[in-house]
């Protein structure tokens, strides 16, 4: 099976744009959809980001999702960082056997 | 809105089997388009997905975990539940129950608010 690498943290002052990237270990990251999901501290997961670049309803476009196939990789963009999304982010993605694979996640801080 | 709820022991002894059932509002367990989850989360292990239900009874089980894994659907109750049979401190985790509304069974969109379940003695 393949693994989806996040980086460890990352930070950004309100405002401003942060991106958190998802690389793919094997296979093409076009292969299967990608999913993003928010934790904030203490509280159980919410979707923001599905099938790649979906957004559920009641999820604010400043949050938006891309792949990019040249790096293998997908990224979470945020903008107009507020203190409110600091949170832990996961990716996550499945094989053709339906099986999941998340990532480690990324701790996001806003200064 | 849909709303899930988990419940059951949060204490479970080695060898024995974890139980957790999961109370679905604001949608019926039986429509069509919704698939019913079970996800958990260690500091070890990150996040897992344990299986997948649809109100059929058609189960997805991750493979790690199939030979242990039972889960069912109680569609007068409108509940679905786990069961985990020979558990290990490595089950110790927060349990969260799941559901996708857009009859995908490739991401969740829905989330319970999680209950830890701590296996010892």
């Known amino acids: 099976n393949f693994m989806l690498t996040q980086p460890h943290s990352v930070s950004g002052s309100p405002g401003k744009t942060v991106s958190i990237s998802c690389t793919r270990s094997?296979?093409?990251?076009?292969?299967?959809?990608v999913q993003w999901y928010q934790q904030r501290p203490g509280s159980s997961p919410t979707t923001i980001i599905y099938?790649?670049?979906?957004?559920p309803s009641g999820v604010p476009d400043r949050f938006s999702g891309s792949i990019d196939s040249s790096s293998n990789s997908a990224s979470l963009t945020i903008s107009g960082l507020k203190t409110e999304d600091e949170a832990d982010y996961y990716c996550?993605?499945?094989?053709?056997?339906?099986?999941?694979?998340f990532g480690g996640g990324t701790k996001l801080t806003v200064l | 809105q849909l709303q899930l709820q988990e419940s059951g022991p949060r204490l479970v002894k080695p060898s024995e089997t974890l139980s957790l059932v999961c109370t679905v509002s604001?949608?019926?367990?039986?429509?069509?388009?919704?698939?019913w989850g079970w996800i958990r989360q260690s500091p070890e292990k990150g996040l897992e997905r344990i299986g997948v239900?649809?109100?059929?009874?058609?189960?997805y089980y991750n493979p790690s975990l199939k030979s242990r894994v039972t889960m069912s659907v109680d569609t007068s109750t409108n509940q679905f539940s786990l069961k985990l049979s020979s558990v290990t401190a490595a089950d110790t985790a927060v349990y969260y129950c799941?559901?996708?509304?857009?009859?995908?069974?490739?991401?969740?969109?829905?989330w319970g608010q999680g209950t830890q379940v701590t296996v010892s003695s």
């Open positions: 239900i649809y109100y059929t009874g058609t189960t």
């Open positions: 799941a559901a996708n509304g857009f009859g995908s069974l490739a991401f969740v969109d829905h």
């Open positions: 099938e790649d670049n979906q957004r």
């Open positions: 094997s296979g093409s990251i076009a292969s299967n959809y």
């Open positions: 996550q993605s499945y094989d053709n056997s339906n099986s999941w694979v």
């Open positions: 604001g949608a019926s367990i039986t429509s069509t388009n919704y698939f």
